[in-house]
């Protein structure tokens, strides 16, 4: 893995999406920011002001693709 400058994201306007998989139970969720151009954002729903974990639009489009091909599988 290469080293990368980590530079702040500006969030500002980030519209959050919660998966439509989640329930209102409280329980483990992750919110996605894919609005922002050039960065997709994901945070813990739980803790919306807390840390922001930004990535690339292309990194996100394979990690969900290896999700939807089952390359990526939960441990629990």
């Known amino acids: 893995m290469e080293p990368r400058n980590l530079i702040p994201a500006d969030l500002t306007g980030a519209v959050w999406k919660k998966s439509s998989r989640s329930g209102n139970n409280g329980g483990e969720c992750v919110e996605v920011a894919s609005n922002l ?40």
Do not use: C, N, Q
């Open 37 to 76: 151009g050039g960065v997709v954002a994901l945070r813990d729903s739980k803790d919306p002001r807390g840390p922001v974990l930004t990535i690339a639009p292309a990194e996100w489009r394979t990690f969900l693709g290896g999700i939807k091909h089952g390359r990526l599988r939960s441990t629990s």
